[in-house]
């Protein structure tokens, strides 16, 4: 049978855990060859192991993609490893402490949209030129059902999430005659190492969360990610472009 990836690059974000792996593992079984990006070696190392251990190619790289320093080398992992960059997922993602917005530092503030939001920006405006030149590309960011609503985490993270979504629409709809197409998924809640990013959350935010959560289905899997992941990334969805899809077991049909 014919795999859904042959022949295509792709890097992954935040791929040495939970989300990110998942998608690592699971394009390589399809055909692409992976660049694993993560800021901690580790789980670099482990990822790029599982997948050449079945067989799969794969180079990882240790970098965090707040840093424009290091997002230039991630790009420069695909295109001298392996000479083009086809799919790109903005996965890599922190939590915050589901503080409220007269909670947050302006240092905390930062730092989670330079991950969260600024990361992706700088990693498109990386990539982008190398998928024009090619003449096609895919993006996939991973926003958040907070991307969506405005009680699932604190402000810093719902902001960064629905800043996220609509980096992805005006992605998609100022490339889409170019062979380029940017989608997000919003997943509900998924069982992975994500935390609530700190050991002091807000009691409100917390709690305004935990009225949220009270009515989640059940919780998925990083595995039930990737198989939507992708359908986005591959020609299964040609014809998806601009999409912000919740994957969240009927969370957002409440
Ligand atoms: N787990 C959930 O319930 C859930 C729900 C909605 C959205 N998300 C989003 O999914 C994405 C993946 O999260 P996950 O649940 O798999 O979490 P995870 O913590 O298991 O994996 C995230 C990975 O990103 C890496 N990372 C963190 N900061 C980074 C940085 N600055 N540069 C590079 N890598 C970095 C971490 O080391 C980790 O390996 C995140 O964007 C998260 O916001 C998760």
Redesign the pocket.
């Known amino acids: 049978m014919t795999k859904k990836l042959e022949g295509k690059v792709a890097l992954i974000?935040?791929?040495?855990?939970?989300?990110?792996?998942a998608m690592a593992i699971l394009f390589a079984t399809e055909g692409a060859s992976i660049v694993v990006?993560?800021?901690?070696t580790d789980?670099v190392e482990e990822v790029v192991a599982v997948i050449k251990d079945t067989g799969g190619n794969a180079v990882g790289v240790v970098?965090?993609?707040?840093l424009e320093s290091d997002v230039e080398n991630m790009i420069a992992s695909a295109t001298d490893t392996y000479g083009r960059l086809d799919i790109l997922c903005n996965?890599?993602?922190?939590?915050d402490k589901m503080l409220t917005i007269t909670e947050i530092s302006d240092e905390f503030w930062e730092r989670l949209i330079s991950?969260?939001l600024t990361?992706p920006f700088r990693m498109c405006r990386r990539a982008i030129p190398i998928m024009l030149d090619q003449g096609s590309g895919v993006i996939l960011n991973?926003?958040?059902?907070?991307g969506l609503h405005g009680g699932r985490a604190g402000a810093a993270?719902t902001a960064s999430?629905h800043g996220l979504v609509g980096l992805t629409r005006n992605t998609a709809w100022t490339y889409a005659d170019k062979g380029i197409r940017c989608n997000a998924i919003?997943?509900?809640?998924?069982?992975?190492?994500?935390g609530i990013g700190g050991d002091e959350p807000s009691e409100l935010g917390f709690a305004r969360m935990c009225l949220g959560t009270s009515i989640i289905p059940r919780a998925g899997s990083?595995e039930e990610l990737a198989t939507v992941a992708l359908m986005l990334v591959s020609d299964d969805g040609s014809f998806v472009n601009g999409a912000i899809l919740a994957v969240d077991g009927g969370w957002t049909a409440y």
């Open positions: 974000t935040g791929a040495g855990s939970g989300i990110g792996r990006a993560d800021v901690v789980r970098g965090n993609v707040a996965n890599a993602g922190i939590m991950v969260n990361g991973t926003s958040s059902l907070a993270y999430k919003c997943p509900g809640a998924v069982e992975t190492a994500i990083s």
